[in-house]
């Protein structure tokens, strides 16, 4: 039998594309092994605005443009990640305002404050939109149009196409092309008989992919803008014994998408802390390390749902009507009571939350007491403490950070000042730092600032009988982050199945095979089987030769014939013996 030939066109023009001259014979064998629209070049003197707007319309819906507008979208991105956004944080974009004189006011004017609302990248977002919408439709409609095709039929020469093999055998044609079209149809080809020749095709998950993937980064691009409009979040600090009702003003910070409504879309439900309970590695090297972080909730859907209770742990938030609750921090809440100088109780055991400072959470606040004090002169007056506070203190000498996450010893110190504290003046004011502006440090005997030390069940003595303050204990708090973004399972779906597109279209090969079998001058059986690909592959020769070796053991080599009456003698009046040979396609070395 005949080996697979392999072989370039006389001008080297890929696979699946007829070559000039004699190749033009391919015809519709050779064309359509793609839903690639078909290029034309302008004819320049003719155009006229239909023209150009034809052509223009051509370079949008084209891949190249596509990919470039993909990469420009991917570029544009990246000042929204390096750059300060106002949607995220204004204050730090205000930050960055004040100490770039000049970045500034350019960053303004390019819109970098602002990346993924600004006018470029919305141009860039819209017309990548347009080009794939524009790329996927012609070529849905040509794909449907294959699928309900057929195989085109064998070309005239199937010695030019790049693998080729040929045979001549005993059995009828009719038998041949018989075998052949099982043998198609069982390797899952589209196979029909036209003619004197089998034509068979398969690899259509390569084009399908090919669709997939561009349908899936469309969905990708709905998904995400729908998610940036009508996104939410949220951050909540609440202390153990607190809760929380999903409405604006409960927020500690919140952001949300430009059609996001805050008095309609936010779902509703509440939630009440309940305890937080952590668990830190004791020893090793991994000593303080969490191993458990757990808060758990009591929580009620919409006004009068039934209260249910749940545990929220990191990375494994809770559920409510389209939005998750998140467990993303944690830290203590010293309970103070304040006594004024009267002894009349201005705090009653009240739990102030400290923000951490390191991973042993050594954490550090603001204490206010805003209404209600009075001095020893009998003038209102407000308190405020700058508190310092260690879960596990070293002892006597040791520094002023934390040893150990969990509240093994702890301790509080407090620095004293009275005065105005500035949060009745309209303006907003951080609860985590005191406003020293209006405020006088309590002073100790050698005239320094009045601070000290407490242990749980300790009091601190105000100067000249001020009042005093009582640390009775501590309780945790947890950080809550509330989300909702919309469409994530659709970018979900769309990035996946992208993924399976993409690798569908580039590791599947969509390639047609021939079988032809005609009597030959001599009575005898040709055979001849062709494969073309799409692009050079050395699977479709292969494949061939695979397929081939299987029809030969149906249809053997004329030579295993027992008698040939009919073949043509030679000059020593023997039987010409029948010979397998080899048709090498254009190029190859004979």
């Known amino acids: 039998m005949s080996k697979t030939t ?91 305002r004040e ?58 020469r199937l010695d030019r196409l790049p693998a080729y093999t040929t045979w001549r055998t005993g059995a009828e044609p009719e038998q041949v092309r ?37 349908i899936a980064l469309i969905v990708m691009l709905i998904a995400f803008a729908w998610g940036q409009l009508f996104k939410y979040e949220g951050n909540k600090l609440i202390v153990e014994g607190d809760g929380f009702s999903n409405t604006l003003t409960q927020y500690d910070d919140f952001k949300s998408g430009n059609l996001f409504d805050p ?36 929580y009620s859907e919409g006004a009068y749902g039934e209260e249910k209770s749940t545990t929220i742990e990191v990375n494994q938030p809770l559920e409510i009507d389209g939005s998750k609750v998140y467990l993303v921090s944690h830290g203590y809440a010293p309970v103070l009571t304040v006594r004024d100088a009267k002894g009349n109780v201005v ?32 003038e209102k007056e407000q308190l405020g403490f700058n508190a310092f506070f260690l879960p596990t203190y070293g002892g006597e000498g040791s520094t002023m950070l934390s040893t150990f996450p969990a509240l093994a010893n702890p301790m509080l110190a407090l620095s004293a000042y009275h005065g105005d504290l500035g949060v009745d003046a309209g303006f907003a004011k951080s609860i985590y730092q005191l406003d020293k502006t209006n405020l006088e440090e309590f002073k ?15 009091t601190m003595t105000l100067p000249n009988g001020a009042g005093t303050v009582t640390f009775d204990g501590v309780k945790e708090w947890a950080g809550f982050q509330v989300t909702e973004q919309p469409a994530s399972g659709w970018a979900l779906a769309g990035s996946v199945a992208a993924i399976l597109g993409l690798a569908g279209s580039l590791f599947i090969q969509r390639r047609r095979v021939w079988v ?35 029809l030969y053991e149906q249809a053997p080599d004329a030579s295993d014939v027992p008698e040939a009456h009919d073949a043509p003698k030679n000059d020593d009046d023997t039987p010409d013996s029948p010979d397998t040979h080899v048709v090498p396609a254009e190029g190859a070395e004979k």
């Open 444 to 458: 100790d005997s050698d005239g320094e600032l009045f601070k000290k030390q407490l242990g749980i069940g300790e």
């Open 178 to 214: 018989e075998a052949a079209l099982t043998l198609l149809k069982k390797r899952r080809f589209r196979a029909h008989t036209v003619g004197d020749a089998v034509a068979a095709e398969k690899g259509y998950v390569r084009e399908a992919g090919n669709l997939v993937f561009h």
């Open 347 to 378: 705090m009653d055991k009240e739990a102030t939350a400290l923000l951490p400072l390191d991973s042993n959470v050594t954490s550090s606040g603001a204490v206010m007491v805003r209404d209600g004090y009075r001095n020893a002169k009998g």
């Open 516 to 550: 032809r079998a005609v009597k030959g001058a001599d009575g005898v059986t040709v055979v001849e089987m062709a494969g073309l690909g799409r692009s050079e592959s050395a699977k479709v020769p292969e494949e061939l030769g695979d397929l081939a070796g299987i």
């Open 263 to 298: 008095d309609h879309d936010l779902a509703p439900f509440s939630f009440t802390l309940k305890n937080f309970h952590g668990t830190y590695e004791p020893s090793g090297p991994n000593r303080g390390t969490p191993r458990i972080y757990e808060a758990t909730v009591d």
């Open 6 to 96: 392999t072989g370039k066109t006389p001008t080297d023009t890929p696979a699946g594309a007829p070559a000039a001259g004699e190749d033009q014979d391919l015809g519709a064998a050779g064309s359509q092994l793609s839903t690639a629209p078909k290029e034309e070049a302008p004819n320049l003197p003719s155009l006229g605005v239909v023209g150009w707007g034809r052509w223009f319309w051509r370079q949008l819906t084209s891949m190249r443009v596509a990919l470039l507008l993909l990469l420009l979208l991917s570029l544009g991105a990246i000042p929204g990640s390096l750059i300060p956004q106002s949607g995220v944080d204004e204050m730090k974009v205000e930050e960055f």
């Open 99 to 156: 100490s770039h004189d000049v970045l500034g006011p350019l960053y303004d004017k390019l819109g970098l404050f602002h990346v993924y609302s600004s006018v470029w990248f919305s141009a860039i977002y819209i017309l990548l939109f347009v080009s794939l919408i524009g790329c996927i439709v012609p070529r849905t409609w040509q794909f449907v149009g294959q699928l309900r095709g057929r195989p085109p039929g064998a070309p005239r």
